[in-house]
Each structure stands twice: as C-alpha cells, then as structure tokens.
C-alpha cells in the first residue's frame, strides 16, 4: 500500500507542533536537536501523514516557485467527525490552540451536515463536519 503524504509550508515547526498536538495529532519520526521530528510529521493513519517543512525550504518540494503567504486557501485538510458537538468541541480546542475561524460551526454545507472552517497558525484551513 502506498502511504500519502501531505506536504504544507510552516513558518514556526514548534508552533506548528504545539497546535496540532493540542488538537490530538501526535508526531511520528525520530526527533531532532529541538525534540520534534525532522521533517515534522504526524501520522494520520497507517498511510497518510502530514508533513510540514520550514517555509525557507518548502521551495524543494514544489518546484522552487514560490511558497504561498497563508492568506489564499488552496487546500482545506477536511476532518470527518462524529456528530455537530465534536465539530464544535474541535473549534473551540483549535481557538484554544490558537486557531482562526473562518466559518463558524453551522449548518453551511446541506442542511444534513453540520461543519465549521478553521485556520492552523501559518493560515493553513481545516474543514471539521460531523
């Protein structure tokens, strides 16, 4: 099987590592002089993890064009939670850790899916629905 991995830019790895962490992600690798994994990966599930590499090198991985500032929302990492409380609980953990809120908790999408719109520290979004 193959493993997929999610490559976004960050400018802060440690800032980055406390806000997933704080959102229930766990690193995966072997740490650095710092104590976090170089590159700093989590592991989403047994073949997908998401990776962040420091936005001064993230040109490697895309072709040395530039690195997005974190105000356009390209990619959306989408979270399937259980039930309309989990979407809010996850909102309220994410502003919590520092979150942006790009939409609020409701029902946006159809009338049978509850979702809200966050945002990681470099601008990155995360669409929770439940």
Known sequence: MTTITIALPTTDR?????????LGFETSGEPAEDGLPEPLRFALNEHTELMFAPTGGFGWVIGNEP????????????????????????????????AGVLIEPGRRLDPNRYAATTTDPDGHALMATG
């Open 14 to 22: 440690v800032r980055t590592a406390a806000f997933y962490r704080a």
């Open 67 to 98: 690195v997005g500032t974190g105000e356009a929302k390209e990619c959306v990492l989408g979270l399937a939670l259980g039930s309309p409380a989990e979407v809010d609980e996850f909102v309220e953990r994410s502003r919590r850790a520092g």
